[in-house]
């Protein structure tokens, strides 16, 4: 038998070969699954116990949520509690870590591939590129749940770093238009629908027609807006030169020292000697 606790899971973005392998045993040992129905396929649990009882979460409110949890535990259960991307990025688990923490119910969290992440490899992007960008945002529009101070997208927009945007499909024309003051119309924009999963659908274009192609597209949920110069889809051929210091023969670190130091010791070596 399990000793009661919660996990709270990183579910990944959606393709089961993303799940960590710390996941995908604790789903395969769980009693109880409680999974983010609207954003997580059920194949995720194909390696469930036969016995696991599962519920989506997507029906449940907190209160249902944590009485679930907390009575699982409580009797012995290992209880996943499975979100999409990783549990820390919009994944309401703060609430629930409050109340069970209430209830004196022990919990981990196992982190997962963020969506925004996995938007970027299936772009075949890096988010930070030297002398470009060297900061990402994750944030959202404001919706329902309101925006603190300081943090609306037309603030964010000044420091013109790269912005994953959550939650926001369906904004997609106010993300756009809180967006062109600071960053320029011609500004690169991805927007990438059920990243890793069979549904995916890339579109891409400028702060200019984004919002026009997205909603062509019929993109109005689980899409992820990535914006920024980073995103240009002819980036290697434009900033080809931009390199990094960590590979730079001249830079040297911890692990490794700068060229000419190299040159200089395998100079003192005496002969026969072998350098690593
Ligand atoms: C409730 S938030 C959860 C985010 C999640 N914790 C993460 O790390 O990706 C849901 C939002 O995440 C994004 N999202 C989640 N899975 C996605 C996927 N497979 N492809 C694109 N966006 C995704 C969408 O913006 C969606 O509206």
């Known amino acids: 038998m399990n000793s009661g606790k919660v996990c709270f899971v990183g579910g990944g973005p959606g393709d089961p070969e993303l799940l960590t392998l710390r996941a995908h045993r604790v789903i395969s040992q769980a009693d109880v699954i409680i999974y983010t129905g609207s954003l997580l396929d059920q194949g995720l649990f194909?390696?469930?116990?036969?016995?696991?009882?599962?519920?989506?979460?997507?029906?449940?409110?907190?209160?249902?949520l944590v009485e679930l949890m907390v009575s699982g535990a409580r009797s012995g259960k290992l209880v996943a509690r499975?979100?999409?991307?990783?549990?820390?990025?919009?994944g309401a688990i703060h609430e629930q870590m409050v109340e069970l923490e209430r209830a004196g119910v022990p919990y981990e969290i196992i982190p997962g591939v963020c969506s925004a992440f996995a938007a970027a490899a299936v772009l075949g992007h890096e988010l930070t590129v030297p002398e470009m960008?060297?900061?990402?945002?994750?944030?959202?529009?404001?919706?329902?749940?309101?925006?603190?101070?300081?943090?609306?997208?037309?603030?964010l927009a000044d420091h013109r770093a790269t912005l994953a945007i959550f939650l926001s499909a369906t904004l997609?024309?106010?993300?756009?238009e809180?967006?062109?003051?600071?960053?320029g119309r011609e500004?690169?924009?991805?927007?990438v629908a059920n990243a890793t999963q069979p549904g995916q659908r890339i579109v891409r274009g400028t702060?200019?027609?984004?919002?026009?192609?997205?909603?062509?597209?019929?993109?109005?949920?689980?899409?992820?807006?990535?914006?920024?110069?980073?995103?240009?889809?002819?980036?290697?051929?434009?900033?080809?030169?931009?390199?990094?210091?960590?590979?730079?023969?001249?830079?040297?670190?911890g692990f490794r020292k700068r060229a000419s130091a190299r040159a200089k010791e395998a100079?003192?070596?005496?002969?026969?000697e072998v350098t690593p």
């Open 133 to 155: 960008a060297q900061t990402v945002i994750l944030t959202r529009a404001e919706g329902r749940t309101p925006m603190p101070s300081g943090q609306r997208l037309r603030e």
């Open 46 to 64: 194909a390696n469930a116990r036969a016995d696991a009882e599962l519920h989506d979460s997507a029906g449940l409110h907190l209160e249902q």
């Open 267 to 272: 100079g003192a070596q005496k002969p026969g």
């Open 82 to 90: 499975v979100h999409s991307g990783d549990p820390s990025v919009f």
């Open 207 to 253: 702060l200019e027609d984004i919002a026009a192609k997205s909603t062509a597209a019929g993109i109005r949920a689980q899409a992820m807006i990535l914006v920024g110069d980073t995103l240009d889809p002819a980036i290697k051929q434009r900033a080809g030169e931009r390199k990094s210091r960590l590979y730079d023969p001249q830079f040297s670190h």
């Open 178 to 183: 809180e967006l062109s003051a600071g960053y």
């Open 172 to 176: 997609i024309e106010r993300v756009v």
């Open 187 to 191: 500004t690169p924009v991805a927007v």
